[in-house]
């Protein structure tokens, strides 16, 4: 039996093992290796890294220090999470753990652009397709910037990065034509395709025309990894988050959810915030050992 399990190893459920480890709690999580903190070609906005760190090697590091602590982390994807005689029973294809709490930091999954996954990657390496402009809109300075997306939710990153570029245009996915508006440009015509060469963003429109940016965001939404929680019952926001307290509780008690998959901002130092906080919270919660 285990203090408590953790449904995901990224830079959130990374964080509330280490903490929980040094509270002397027994804690092992499970991570399929598939989250975003792993696409992070390089990250320039985490403060102990003035130089950056790619996603990967923040990983390595992370994982290697709470495991230094007692941590238990394995690589496997839980495929059920249920309550039974008031404890929790997590579910791999290779064996049943069981825990007095449980950790949802199983993340969100960006919708991609119309990309070979072979050419996406390549993209995402050279900084043609970006995710986030919170976090890396300052690389971008006076380049020329295309995002795809439609609705408010495309409106919104393209006047956020219309801060950092005066060339700036809305690409909406699905063939529809924007409004240009708030010195952001839209398309003569809509897209029909899109590819990466090696050095641009290229993208043809209904009348064969090509247009070239420097870099593409993507701004398709997210759909959360949440499905593990609703089964359990917690409850989920519209948009399929998990619903959490100020200390990470959520709707069930001794269930927590941490990082991404909570509704809020999706930064590293935010998850890790949150990941202290639950991790504190179990603590104080669970029976106080008395030492002889
Ligand atoms: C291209 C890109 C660049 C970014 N750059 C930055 C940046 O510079 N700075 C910044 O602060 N943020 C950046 N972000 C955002 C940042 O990656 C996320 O906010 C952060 O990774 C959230 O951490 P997390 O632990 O909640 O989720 P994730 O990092 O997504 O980790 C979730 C983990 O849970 C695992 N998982 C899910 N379901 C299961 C299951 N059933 N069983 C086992 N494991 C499971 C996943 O495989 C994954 O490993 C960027 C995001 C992207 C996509």
């Given at each position: 039996?285990?203090?408590c ?8 459920g990374?964080?509330?093992?280490l ?13 399929a ?6 696409m ?12 950056g ?10 994982r ?10 394995i690589?496997e994807?839980?495929?059920t999470?249920?309550?039974k005689?008031d404890v929790?029973h997590v579910?791999?294809?290779?064996r049943v ?21 072979s050419s996406?990657?390549?993209?995402l390496k ?6 986030c402009p919170?976090?890396d809109?300052?690389e971008i ?13 495309g409106?919104a990153?393209?006047r956020?990065?219309?801060d ?9 996915p699905?063939?529809?034509?924007a409004k240009a508006?708030?010195?952001?440009g839209?398309?003569?015509s809509p897209m029909k395709s899109l590819?990466?060469?090696d050095a641009?963003?290229?993208v043809?429109?209904e009348g ?7 870099t593409l965001?993507v701004?398709?939404?997210t ?5 593990l ?17 100020a ?8 269930v927590y959810a ?5 509704d809020?901002?999706?930064?590293i130092?935010s ?6 906080l639950?991790?504190t ?8 050992r008395?030492?002889?």
């Amino acid at each position: 039996m285990k203090d408590c399990i953790i449904v995901g190893g990224g830079p959130a459920g990374l964080t509330t093992a280490l903490y929980l480890a040094r509270f002397l709690r027994s804690v092992m999580v499970f991570d399929a290796e598939e989250g975003r903190a792993r696409m992070i070609p390089e990250t320039h906005n985490l403060s102990p890294f003035p130089d950056g760190i790619s996603g990967r090697a923040l990983l390595d590091r992370m994982r290697s220090h709470a495991e230094l602590y007692g941590a238990e982390i394995i690589t496997e994807t839980v495929s059920t999470v249920e309550k039974k005689d008031d404890v929790f029973h997590v579910t791999t294809d290779y064996r049943v753990e069981v825990a007095h709490n449980i950790i949802f930091a199983s993340g969100v999954v960006n919708r991609r652009p119309p990309l070979s996954s072979s050419s996406h990657d390549q993209g995402l390496k050279r900084g043609l397709i970006r995710y986030c402009p919170v976090c890396d809109a300052y690389e971008i300075r006076g380049k020329r910037v295309a995002v795809l997306g439609n609705g408010a939710h495309g409106f919104a990153e393209a006047r956020f990065l219309r801060d950092y570029s005066p060339t700036v245009t809305l690409v909406p996915p699905d063939g529809s034509r924007a409004k240009a508006k708030d010195g952001i440009g839209v398309l003569e015509s809509p897209m029909k395709s899109l590819a990466l060469s090696d050095a641009h963003v290229i993208v043809t429109l209904e009348g064969g025309e090509t247009r070239h940016f420097d870099t593409l965001y993507v701004a398709l939404g997210t759909t959360a990894c949440s499905d593990l929680a609703d089964r359990l019952g917690v409850h989920l926001s519209e948009d399929r988050c998990v619903v959490s307290d100020a200390k990470q509780k959520t709707s069930i008690e001794r269930v927590y959810a941490i990082g991404d998959v909570t509704d809020g901002l999706d930064q590293i130092a935010s998850a890790m915030g949150q990941a202290a906080l639950a991790a504190t919270a179990i603590h104080n919660d669970l029976p106080r050992r008395i030492l002889g």
